[in-house]
């Protein structure tokens, strides 16, 4: 992944100094034309998800939620694409740059591309007025809500002051406003049909990338007119139009997903499936047995399931066992500091313990979560060690240095020896927990101090998972001093535990959007609407503790400065790493996991996209694939062959 993004890195500083700125067991071809075909392919794919992971929204511009985004991407696309390497490719526009370092940037979109409705009849042409109409519903605040809005209130000139603008309006004024007054305050233009200009804020070499992020996507103007603005965020998957390689056919809730190929989809040249199926399963041990039976092409494997076929070599899928590409997800332990128990009161004991900075540091430093890493990566738990917020491979500096080496660097954690977690200190957190419980005493916090941790009913590997998670926090820092509660929801996490401020924590995971730091730090700063994780899991803007309050705003601080540097990439990368690392001392959020699993699988995952940011990792496009299972042998061909390209 280093070499990739090296060679992004290496792009965008050129750019910088030149402008100043089912088991599918067909045999017949997967790809959209007969020509060339691979009779080996799979035309109908089938894939899955956990219950955990089901969508809850099908507007795309309305959602910043991966299982949401991980279908939409399919049905809808934007400017540009990213390819198997994570870089920039066309899109719906052809060609694309800056001439002023980054201030303005020209997009020449594709003509002929078309909106479909779910059957795959035209319905209209694709063209600039749809991606201003797109613009204009994220920031418009009673149409969106604040979802999406915080990379082009960043970087788009007067995109924030129309959403203030819009949240000033009633709701009934805000649903008449055309694009006419936006076009006044904003700074997104289109010249003709098939040019589109955004004036940034700042110079921002890196725009570019916010493209493949859903705050960029278009909607139909026409689709808008024919339903009423009213009635968009309605919309179901039957009465949406679509611009995407699919439509999304079927949607039955907690059960399946079908995409169909989309007839009159622009790339005829691409290699599409004919279906995408993807299944809702209980866990991964019922999926294993699926793809056993057949029924799915791919499936990650449980702790269990892995130690079954790794440690036995007989095992008929021993040669099988493929260790995944890393996704981009960093995943966190996100702090509430804003708990409320099922009355809607505040759970004083856990509210002052999370804003004791004594406390959080024993979390920090005493956690070992080899064993709950175990149960992703059986073979090398290591290799899910996380320790910054930021995702590696994101981004590098100009010498080729990954910037969470910034981090670790500034926080003092060494290069991982392979065999122990990299921050853990018994020593330093048993420090922290006796000054805690001291201080926390004085303040009439009882012990020990009640965890509520919550995971979805009926998912026998969720409650596997949350059993390890207990019995770590019980190991590593004593019952004396904690006990996590094991909790369930029914079906919606957001609904059910987050929404009503219920859990003490939640394990959750954050992909860049677009290049560049700003879009993980941001969304944690206090007393800002676009700060995703600070209005919607730690709810630090209604803490009252007057110390963690200050911390927070100290951190924002930092993160603002950064924010500020646009015209060196460098030293803007150094200012987000002070943020990052000053966010990790003050153990503001905990950085848990990292996604490197085991699968079986009939996909080469070296053929799709794989980019650090952007929401098109899961675009079912241009996938090369099997009947038969691939063997390690082969993807370790396939990595070869990869990484010397």
């Known amino acids: 992944m280093k070499k990739k993004s090296k060679v992004l890195a290496f792009i965008l500083a050129a750019a910088l100094a030149l402008t100043a700125c089912g088991g599918g067991s067909s045999s017949s071809s997967s790809g959209s034309g007969d020509d060339g075909a691979d009779s080996n392919a799979i035309t109908d794919l089938v894939t899955f998800e956990t219950q955990t992971r089901e969508m809850e929204n099908v507007f795309i511009l309305n959602t910043e939620m991966a299982a949401d985004l991980n279908v939409l991407c399919n049905t809808n696309e934007g400017l540009l694409e990213t390819d198997a390497k994570g870089e920039l490719i066309p899109g719906l526009a052809t060609e694309w740059g800056t001439e002023d370092g980054g201030l303005t940037w020209t997009f020449t979109l594709r003509e002929g591309v078309k909106w479909v409705d779910v059957n795959g009849n035209e319905m209209a042409d694709c063209t600039a007025q749809d991606f201003i109409t797109g613009l204009e519903w994220v920031m418009n605040y009673y149409k969106n809500g604040a979802n999406n809005t915080s ?45 589109l200009i955004y004036h940034c804020t700042a ?55 079908t995409l169909t190929k989309n007839p009159l989809y622009w790339d005829t040249d691409c290699t599409l499936f004919d279906t995408v199926t993807i299944r809702i399963i209980e866990d991964t041990t019922v999926g294993y047995q699926l793809f056993e039976n057949g029924e799915i092409d791919h499936i990650d494997l449980s702790e269990a399931t892995l130690r079954e076929i790794y440690d036995n070599e007989d095992n008929q899928y021993h040669d099988y066992l493929v260790e995944k590409r890393a996704r981009k997800y960093s995943y966190q332990m996100h702090l509430n500091y804003n708990k409320l128990d099922e009355n809607g009161d505040p759970d004083e004991n856990w509210n002052k313990a999370a804003a004791n900075e004594a406390f959080r540091l024993a979390l920090y430093y005493g956690l070992d979560f080899t064993n709950y890493w175990a149960r992703t990566n059986y073979v090398y738990p290591l290799h899910c060690e996380n320790v910054t917020y930021t995702m590696t491979g994101l981004l590098y500096t100009s ?52 965890i509520d941790y919550y995971f979805v009913s009926g998912d026998q590997n969720a409650l596997d998972s949350a059993t390890v998670l207990q019995q770590i926090f019980s190991e590593s820092l004593g019952d004396d001093f904690v006990q996590l509660n094991l909790n369930t929801y029914v079906s919606s996490q957001t609904q059910e535990v987050i929404t009503p401020h219920l859990q003490s ?41 007057e110390t963690l309050i200050a911390t927070y705003q100290e951190y924002t601080d930092l993160v603002n400065a950064a924010n500020a540097i646009t015209d060196d990439l460098d030293a803007r990368y150094e200012a987000y790493a002070t943020a990052e690392a000053y966010m990790l001392e003050h153990a503001l959020s905990i950085p848990t996991q990292l996604e490197v699993s085991w699968q079986l699988t009939k996909v080469n995952d070296y053929s799709r996209s794989n980019a650090m940011f952007g ?20 993807y370790d061909e396939f990595k070869e062959a990869f990484e010397a390209e």
Not at 621 to 631: F, G, H, I, P, R
């Open 505 to 545: 924590f939640v394990m959750n995971g954050w992909g860049a959007d677009y290049g560049d730091p700003q879009n993980y730090l941001g969304q944690e700063t206090i007393g800002e609407d676009t700060a995703y994780y600070a209005n919607n899991y730690s709810n630090i803007n209604d803490a009252t503790d």
């Open 151 to 195: 990379m082009p209130t960043a970087l788009i000139e007067g995109a924030g002051d129309y959403y203030e603008y819009t949240k000033g309006l009633t709701e009934e004024e805000a649903y008449a406003l055309d694009t006419s007054t936006f076009l006044d305050m904003v700074g997104i233009e289109a010249p003709d049909d098939y040019t």
């Open 203 to 257: 110079e921002a070499p890196y725009f570019d990338t916010v493209c493949v992020s859903a705050c960029l996507y278009p909607l139909s103007a026409a689709f808008v007119e024919s339903v009423g603005v009213e009635n968009v965020l309605a919309s179901n998957n039957e009465t949406l139009w679509y611009n995407g390689p699919y439509t999304l056919t079927e949607y039955i809730q907690n059960n399946s997903k």
């Open 399 to 450: 010498d080729g240095t990954d910037y969470t080496q910034l981090v670790t660097d500034k926080l003092g954690i060494p290069d991982s020896d392979g065999e122990t977690p990299r921050r853990l200190d018994t020593d330093l957190a048993q420090q922290y927990k006796e000054q805690a419980m001291e201080e926390l005493a004085a303040e009439g916090v009882t012990f020990p101090i009640e």
């Open 615 to 634: 929401i098109q990792n899961y675009m079912y496009k241009n996938w090369e694939t099997s009947v038969d299972a691939y063997t390690t042998a082969q």
